[in-house]
């Protein structure tokens, strides 16, 4: 059974309009992350939530926002899309603090702005 | 400087080879760090922790080597099924403990 799961798997929006992108935990993580991959390149993290302590990445653009309203669920909002938005989003979950703990990964969100 | 610094490859070898990949890190705080498989379109997955003492698990040995700051995965006997990127992902102890980074990812092409 899925234990990260993001919704929905495909969204396409109108470049300008606003989308929200969801995804729901089973482990009771601590920590969520939310992740933009484009093409052939490196999941780059914009940013992610201890517990509900809020961690923004400095380079993460402003168009960008996140809701953690409980443990299980982290939202991932884009306020204006642009053509440069289109990417694969990704959320993770993993237990707080030290030692090798790994992240849990959804399927993902592919994201189509047009 | 890039954080987490792979060879993006492609490495293409034939089935049966061994091939190995290494990552270098930045962050001397970095504490725990991991390989992840990533298959076209889909999301990353977990291959292996990488511990003190590098470990092993079946074709795949992982050695860590914090002097020099690199990571190192090393597959024997590839199969085709092992064509993917690998994302060799690092995480601070200090300064960001929950973040994980990752690098570029490396591909692997497995051929007949």
């Known amino acids: 059974d899925a234990m990260v799961i993001q919704n929905p798997r495909y969204q396409v929006t109108q470049f300008g309009k606003p989308v929200t992108l969801s995804c729901s935990q089973t482990?009771?993580?601590?920590?969520m992350y939310w992740y933009q991959q484009k093409s052939s390149q490196a999941p780059k993290l914009l940013f992610h939530y201890y517990d509900k302590d809020f961690n923004n990445e400095a380079d993460t653009p402003d168009n960008f926002q996140s809701r953690r309203p409980n443990t299980s669920f982290c939202f991932l909002d884009i306020r204006s899309p642009g053509l440069g938005d289109a990417a694969m989003y990704l959320c993770a979950t993993s237990r707080e603090g030290a030692g090798n703990t790994e992240a849990f990964f959804g399927q993902g969100t592919r994201l189509t702005v047009v | 400087r890039k954080e987490v610094e792979q060879d993006p490859g492609p490495f293409n070898v034939p089935e049966g080879a061994t091939v190995a990949f290494n990552c270098t890190y930045s962050n001397s705080a970095s504490q725990s760090f991991f390989w992840y498989r990533q298959d076209c379109r889909k999301e990353p997955k977990l291959l292996m922790s990488?511990?003190?003492s590098g470990n092993e698990d079946g074709r795949f040995t992982a050695q860590l080597n914090r002097a020099s700051q690199y990571i190192s995965l090393l597959i024997r006997d590839s199969k085709l099924s092992d064509s993917a990127t690998y994302l060799c992902?690092?995480?601070?102890?200090?300064?960001?403990?929950?973040?994980?980074?990752f690098g570029t990812g490396t591909q692997l092409k497995v051929e007949l």
């Open positions: 482990l009771n993580h601590n920590v």
């Open positions: 992902v690092v995480r601070p102890l200090t300064g960001g403990g929950n973040k994980l980074t």
């Open positions: 990488v511990y003190s």
